[in-house]
């Protein structure tokens, strides 16, 4: 039995891909619970027949912290807990001592870079996500990182990439209907060529770096959309407003909001970009647009270097570098209707065999039945999971 703890279950990635995780347990023959204060995604695990268990473990009071450790060493005892699986830093401190205290296997999933705060002040409390008898990477970008920073020993680290659900992100599975009624909604001209930044709006994101690459590729038949939440970051919202209008691109640029049929806003999108100017820890637009067959730009860093093809799935730039990324869309744009579809086929190819929900799962239940010492029982069950979930 696995039980998986963290904070919420809101919305995010750490957030999908615990409760596909908790779907290929359930499929494999294996018992899942999963730990957290809550969420409308819950309902997704009561689809799965996941037990769900609320705790307040969003918290990072260190009394209610403190508290935590009991109430899940009551969960281990009560359901006869195999394995812990931490996924965030607060629940990570409490399931680490609960685990401990219960003679129970405990791992972590490492999922980025974590702020290190004033002075490298944050380390010691990050550095609970090494803790794990094995800690899981979602990148080898962030393999690397947790050796360097955290000197963890690299014979427990497992890179385990990111999967994307690639019955929703198939471009054969998307209707015609379903873009044309976002095409309307944001009233996109026909005939225009479309790039499209997906991700929440925050600085390092690089929104900014895109509205002056635009700029610099001087064009007024192209529409951009930058699609995602400021998530209550108004002001930045205004300065990008106020970007777009001193550089004379309000006609171009459409800051859209959020999305609820992201597979059809990468259909109707010509270029796919990331421009974060911070390391991606792994990138999950990048993947996501490849999957739909859609040339990728995206910033020379981080996971980037890993989940891209460069120059044959996508572009690779200079991060923070507006003249480089406006050469890179000039390029993109102009790929021809034959070259076009045969780097679509290389980059759907390269996503399946590289970052499915499949892959992901099948990967990480190898590193539950290593540590188990079932590694020749389990690869069997592990290996039938893939092969039939893939089939579906």
Same mark, same amino acid.
């Given at each position: 039995?696995?039980?998986?703890?963290?904070?919420?279950l @809101?919305?995010?990635? @750490?957030?999908?891909g615990?409760?596909?995780?908790a779907?290929?347990?359930?499929?494999?023959?294996?018992?899942?619970?999963v730990?957290s =204060?809550?969420?409308?995604?819950?309902?997704?695990?009561?689809?799965?027949g996941?037990?769900?268990?609320? &705790?307040? &473990?969003?918290?990072k009071?260190?009394?209610?912290?403190?508290? =935590?450790?009991?109430?899940?060493?009551?969960?281990?005892?009560?359901?006869?807990?195999?394995?812990?699986?931490?996924?965030s830093?607060a629940?990570?401190?409490?399931a #680490?001592?609960?685990? /401990? =205290?219960?003679?129970? $296997?405990?791992l972590?999933?490492?999922h980025?870079?974590?702020?290190?705060?004033?002075?490298?002040?944050?380390?010691?409390? =990050?550095?609970?996500?090494? /803790?794990?008898?094995?800690v899981?990477?979602?990148?080898?970008?962030?393999?690397?990182?947790i050796? *360097?920073? #955290?000197k963890?020993?690299?014979?427990?680290i497992?890179?385990? $990439?990111?999967?994307?659900?690639?019955?929703r992100?198939?471009?054969? $599975?998307i209707?015609?209907e379903?873009?044309?009624?976002?095409?309307?909604?944001w009233?996109?001209?026909?005939g225009?060529?479309?790039?499209? &930044?997906?991700?929440?709006?925050?600085?390092?994101k690089?929104q900014?770096?895109?509205?002056?690459?635009?700029?610099?590729?001087?064009? !007024?038949? %192209?529409?951009?959309l930058?699609v995602g939440?400021?998530?209550?970051?108004?002001?930045?919202?205004?300065e990008?407003?106020?970007?777009?209008?001193?550089?004379?691109?309000?006609?171009v640029?459409?800051?859209v909001?959020?999305?609820?049929d992201?597979p059809?806003?990468?259909?109707?999108?010509d270029?796919?970009v990331?421009?974060?100017t911070?390391?991606?820890?792994?990138? !999950?637009?990048?993947?996501?647009?490849? *999957?739909?067959?859609?040339?990728? @730009?995206?910033?020379?860093n981080?996971?980037?270097?890993?989940?891209?093809l460069?120059?044959?799935?996508?572009?690779?730039?200079?991060?923070n570098?507006?003249?480089a990324?406006?050469?890179?869309?000039d390029?993109?744009?102009a790929?021809?209707?034959?070259?076009?579809?045969?780097?679509?086929?290389?980059?759907?190819?390269? %996503?399946?065999?590289?970052?499915?929900?499949?892959?992901m799962?099948a !990967?990480?239940?190898g590193? #539950?039945?290593? &540590?188990?010492?079932?590694?020749?029982?389990?690869?069997?069950? @592990?290996?039938?999971?893939?092969g039939?979930? *893939?089939?579906?």
């Amino acid at each position: 039995m696995v039980l998986q703890v963290l904070p919420s279950l @809101v919305t995010g990635g @750490v957030e999908r891909g615990t409760i596909d995780l908790a779907g290929a347990l359930v499929e494999a023959g294996w018992t899942a619970l999963v730990a957290s =204060n809550g969420g409308h995604m819950v309902r997704e695990l009561d689809r799965l027949g996941v037990k769900h268990i609320q &705790l307040p &473990l969003h918290s990072k009071n260190p009394l209610v912290m403190r508290a =935590n450790v009991g109430r899940l060493e009551d969960v281990i005892q009560s359901y006869g807990v195999d394995i812990v699986h931490a996924r965030s830093r607060a629940p990570a401190w409490s399931a #680490y001592y609960a685990a /401990k =205290n219960s003679g129970t $296997h405990f791992l972590t999933t490492f999922h980025g870079t974590y702020n290190l705060g004033l002075l490298g002040l944050k380390n010691a409390y =990050n550095a609970i996500m090494t /803790k794990g008898e094995r800690v899981i990477a979602i990148s080898h970008f962030i393999a690397d990182h947790i050796q *360097a920073v #955290y000197k963890t020993n690299p014979s427990k680290i497992r890179v385990v $990439h990111r999967g994307v659900d690639l019955s929703r992100f198939d471009p054969t $599975h998307i209707s015609q209907e379903r873009i044309i009624q976002l095409a309307q909604r944001w009233r996109l001209p026909d005939g225009y060529p479309v790039i499209m &930044l997906p991700g929440r709006l925050t600085r390092w994101k690089g929104q900014g770096v895109l509205i002056e690459a635009l700029a610099m590729l001087g064009r !007024r038949d %192209v529409r951009c959309l930058l699609v995602g939440s400021d998530q209550g970051r108004e002001s930045y919202t205004d300065e990008l407003k106020a970007l777009v209008e001193r550089r004379g691109l309000t006609d171009v640029v459409h800051i859209v909001g959020d999305c609820n049929d992201m597979p059809a806003a990468y259909m109707l999108t010509d270029v796919v970009v990331s421009a974060s100017t911070d390391p991606e820890a792994f990138g !999950r637009v990048i993947v996501e647009g490849q *999957a739909m067959g859609r040339p990728v @730009v995206a910033t020379n860093n981080g996971a980037a270097r890993e989940n891209v093809l460069d120059g044959r799935t996508g572009t690779l730039v200079p991060p923070n570098d507006p003249a480089a990324l406006a050469t890179a869309l000039d390029a993109a744009l102009a790929i021809g209707p034959a070259e076009r579809e045969k780097r679509a086929a290389l980059a759907i190819k390269f %996503v399946r065999d590289n970052f499915s929900r499949e892959l992901m799962c099948a !990967r990480t239940l190898g590193v #539950y039945a290593e &540590l188990l010492g079932q590694s020749a029982d389990a690869s069997e069950s @592990v290996a039938a999971w893939a092969g039939n979930s *893939a089939s579906l």
